[in-house]
C-alpha cells in the first residue's frame, strides 16, 4: 500500500514539474497576436461599408494585424435575403477572434447586439468607439 502511495505522489511531482517547463517554453514564445472582430449596424445603413472600412484602416493604424470586417461579407451574401446565413457566419468569426469592437450605434443592431453577447460570454475584449 505504501508503494502506491510513493509512486502516487513521485507521478504527481514530475507532472508538476513537467508543466513548469512547459509553462516556461510558453512563455519565451511570441505573444498570439489578436484577432479584432468588428461589429456594429449594417441592416438598413447607408454608410456602413465606409463605416467598417474606416474602422478597419483604423485599427491597423493602431498595429492590430488582423482584423475581420464583416461588411466584406456583404460582398458575398445578400444579407437581407439571406440574414441568418450571414449571421452564422458572423459568429463563427467572433468565436475566432479575441476582441471585438463595437461601433457606434450597435445597440440598435440586432446583429451587433447578438455578437456582443456572444463576445462578453467568451470573456472577449470589448472596446467601444468613441
Not at 510513493?6 to 511531482?13: E, Q
Not at 461599408?49 to 494585424?65: P, S, V
Not at 477572434?97 to 450597435?106: C, F, T
Amino acid at each position: 500500500m505504501i508503494y502506491y502511495i510513493v509512486v502516487g505522489y513521485f507521478i504527481v511531482v514530475i507532472f508538476t514539474l513537467a508543466l513548469c517547463s512547459a509553462n516556461r517554453l510558453w512563455e519565451d514564445e511570441e505573444p498570439i497576436e489578436p484577432i479584432v472582430y468588428i461589429s456594429g449596424p449594417i441592416t438598413n445603413t447607408k454608410d456602413a461599408k465606409e463605416r467598417f472600412r474606416k474602422a478597419e484602416d483604423d485599427l491597423k493604424k493602431l498595429g492590430y494585424k488582423k482584423v475581420i470586417n464583416p461588411e466584406r461579407l456583404c460582398e458575398v451574401y445578400k444579407y437581407d435575403a439571406m440574414y441568418g446565413q450571414y449571421m452564422a457566419h458572423c459568429k463563427l468569426m467572433v468565436k475566432n477572434s479575441r476582441v471585438i469592437y463595437m461601433l457606434k450605434g450597435w445597440e440598435n443592431s440586432k446583429g451587433a447586439i447578438t455578437e456582443r453577447t456572444l463576445a462578453m460570454s467568451q470573456n472577449m475584449e470589448v472596446i467601444y468607439e468613441y
